[in-house]
């Protein structure tokens, strides 16, 4: 591995980029120019040919992380006198929760805990239950644990009784197949550095025209204001306000290689490639996954910490890192655990080269394996 080079990230995000998409930041915009408009409509344009939505939603960009978009398109989509069922396994449904709150908006939820994802026939029984529940809110990939939710069956039961879908895909949409002709969804958020491999700076919604053009006076915030956002752009071809110009640039650039690598199907190929030589290389050293093979996601992989007394996580994370990597510590309320994510512009050498940090932080820790403690072990099946 090369040492002289930045360390690569394997988090779920921000990522490592390629050199072409840093470079990409080099060139000034001018915020309101035609060039500029243009390239914002390219962005829009392909993002909701990735969904194959072209023909029934729009996309709507937005300045900041992530979870400003996730709550941005909670507030345009959710009338106020909506209510929402949230699906949760993990800190990401636990946040559209909170933004709820916030938002004084009614909403029950679903919790399954750290480890297991929402059964369709629970999610079902609650909706037929409580027929002022309007919408459905659930997280994809679910990255404090890792876990990959059974989406198209949440979606089949939410339509099958009426209700509309919202989706934070924040980690899953780019590589995990969306296709918006079978998925019926209202609204879709994710962002500009996860599976496109673009660098933060802004988030995005797809989001169904028909549902979007009845959602003037929803929002609680003029910044957050998706329909505000959209018909703005729509009229003029600009943002409202100053957009992060040198991120849009390097995402137009991140989608450019996203596309020659194949589309959403080349890059779930390449994810799942390394998910594969990651978990082998981490169970051959007595390390356990927290999850069940069939709920393990290509995004990241969450890990139980080993049990042995001399195991640090701080000065775990410092000796990979001077091997040259970066890992994400553990985000679970139950037990120990740390995350290796699995996307950015990585590949099979950064995973093997992971693998030997690990091995070689585990020496120096003088621990012999990753086994961890047997009561760790002891968690509910699905």
Not at 162 to 179: E, K, T, Y
Request: glycine share 8%.
């Amino acid at each position: 591995m090369n040492r002289s080079r930045e360390p690569y990230l394997l988090t779920p995000g921000p990522l490592t980029t390629s050199l072409a998409t840093k470079s990409a930041m080099l060139r000034d915009w001018g915020s309101w120019d035609s060039d500029f408009n243009e390239l914002t409509a390219g962005v829009c344009r392909r993002l909701l040919e990735v969904a194959r939505a072209e023909e029934t939603h729009v996309c709507v960009p937005l300045q900041g992380s992530g979870t400003y978009a996730v709550e941005a398109a909670l507030a345009t989509l959710l009338p106020w006198d909506g209510k929402t069922l949230v699906l949760m396994n993990g800190a990401y449904g636990q946040r559209m929760a909170r933004i709820l709150q916030y938002l004084g908006r009614d909403f029950e939820t679903l919790d399954m805990g750290d480890y297991l994802p929402p059964p369709p026939e629970r999610v079902e029984v609650i909706l037929a239950a409580d027929p002022e529940i309007s919408h459905v809110a659930a997280v994809h990939c679910e990255t404090s644990s890792g876990i990959l939710n059974p989406l198209e069956a949440i979606a089949e039961v939410t339509w099958r009784q009426g209700r509309r879908l919202f989706v934070d895909a924040m980690s899953s949409f780019g590589a995990l197949p969306i296709d918006a002709r079978e998925l019926p969804f209202d609204g879709l958020v994710s962002s500009a550095n996860k599976c496109f491999e673009g660098v933060p700076g802004f988030g995005f919604a797809l989001l169904r025209r028909k549902a979007l053009e009845q959602c003037v006076g929803n929002a609680h915030s003029l910044s957050l204001d998706l329909y505000d956002q959209w018909t703005y752009l729509e009229r003029s071809g600009q943002w409202r306000f100053t957009p992060p110009t040198h991120v849009v640039a390097a995402f137009a650039s991140a989608l450019e290689q996203h596309a020659a690598e194949g589309g959403a199907a080349g890059r779930l190929a390449r994810y799942v490639h390394n998910e594969t030589v990651l978990v082998a290389g981490m169970r051959a050293m007595g390390f356990h996954t927290l999850l069940a093979d069939r709920w393990l996601s290509p995004i990241i992989v969450t890990f139980h910490a080993p049990g042995h007394p001399n195991f640090e996580f701080g000065r775990f994370y410092d000796l990979i890192k001077q091997h040259g990597f970066i890992i994400y510590p553990g985000k679970l309320t139950q037990v120990d655990s740390f995350r290796i994510g699995c996307i950015g512009q990585l590949f099979e050498e950064q995973m093997r080269g992971v693998l030997a940090a690990v091995r070689a932080a585990l020496d120096e820790l003088d621990i012999p394996d990753g086994a961890p403690r047997p009561e760790d072990l002891d968690k509910p099946e699905f």
